[in-house]
């Protein structure tokens, strides 16, 4: 079995932030010369693709997996077609290797991760307490007597320090060095 790309994610009720973060973080840690892949956790039946389109008709007449193939980009859908959703380790197998996967969402699954919480957000009744695998906080708010490391949710080269070192990468890629 070939092995897995390191996995760091963020979690959080709905409207905390997660998404902003994640984008924030990706930006980051691409920077700095990784290539990082995510994976989004969707709640509520999403459409990547649009009606008209040749590809969204392939997938309506009942193909299971339509591909989406393009000079810059290509996509894959997988219908489900009532089986069940697949678990996080089933899409991670998916992907191409990389340096880092950040995973939005899968409050329940126990790869490390960053609780988002914002004032506003859906719920203001922290996820750490309960989850052994949340090893920091992203708040827009100062939390007194928390246990474990809390950033602000603009220290971004904070918390992508943090990541890389919890997925024992270095804070930056090393370069290539060609010898001569």
Known sequence: MAEQNP???????????????????????????????????????????????????????????VALVSGRRWALMHELRGDEEPSLEEVLAKLSPCDLVIVEGYKRETHPKIEARRVGSKSDSPLAPDDPSIVAIACDTSLVGEALPVFHNDDISGMADFALKQSGLPLHKPQDRAVS
């Open 7 to 65: 996995v760091f994610g963020v979690t959080g009720w709905k409207n905390s932030g997660k998404t902003t973060l994640v984008s924030r973080l990706v930006a980051e840690i691409t920077a700095r010369g990784f290539c990082v892949s995510t994976v989004k956790h969707a709640h509520h039946n999403f459409d990547i693709d649009q009606k008209g389109r040749d590809s969204y008709a392939h997938r309506e007449a009942g193909a299971q997996e």
